[in-house]
């Protein structure tokens, strides 16, 4: 997953074209699954290309997030930024709409809960970091930083 940043903005990827999308709505970063023999560092090139036209030339491993949902298979997501890329922002993107979108509007969108968490650490500059989210359906139910339990607003 990567947030691109330019003008005090983070690039937006707003999930409404998918049937049957556990984002479906939700606004998130560019980004997908790995395939085959790629790094997470492959993953992230490929991803942003395939979903913004963008090749990416300046990016940063911010930290791994284990998403624990009831029911399915645990997830980990490596979470970067990007400041430095080549080429223009295509407009059409499968997987939804891309939009820039101001910091301090983002929590204002529909999220899940747990990117605010990881949007505070961006924002605050955080070392390298490995955040764990538990879910129960829409519902974060814990939330781990670097090992230790976050006593998050919403919980």
């Known amino acids: 997953m990567?947030?691109?940043?330019?003008?005090?903005?983070?690039?937006?990827?707003?999930?409404?074209?998918?049937?049957n999308d556990v984002n479906k709505?939700?606004?998130?970063?560019?980004?997908?699954?790995a395939e085959a023999y790629e790094s997470p560092e492959d993953c992230?090139?490929?991803?942003?290309?395939?979903e913004t036209g963008l090749t990416l030339t300046g990016y940063r491993f911010r930290g791994i997030v284990?998403?624990?949902?009831?029911?399915?298979?645990t997830q980990y997501m490596c979470l970067y930024t990007a400041t430095e890329w080549m080429g223009e922002l295509e407009p059409d993107c499968r997987e939804g709409v891309l939009e820039w979108v101001r910091k301090d509007e983002v929590n204002n969108l529909e999220l899940w809960e747990g990117d605010k968490v990881f949007f505070k650490l961006l924002e605050e500059d955080a070392p390298f970091f490995s955040l764990k989210l538990v879910y129960d359906g829409n519902n974060l139910r814990e939330c781990v930083l670097n090992g230790s339990p976050l006593h998050w607003p919403s919980l």
């Open 66 to 73: 284990t998403f624990a949902l009831k029911g399915v298979e």
């Open 44 to 50: 992230l090139l490929r991803e942003v290309k395939e």
């Open 2 to 19: 990567c947030y691109l940043e330019k003008d005090n903005c983070w690039l937006m990827l707003h999930r409404v074209k998918k049937e």
């Open 25 to 33: 709505d939700k606004w998130i970063g560019v980004g997908g699954h």
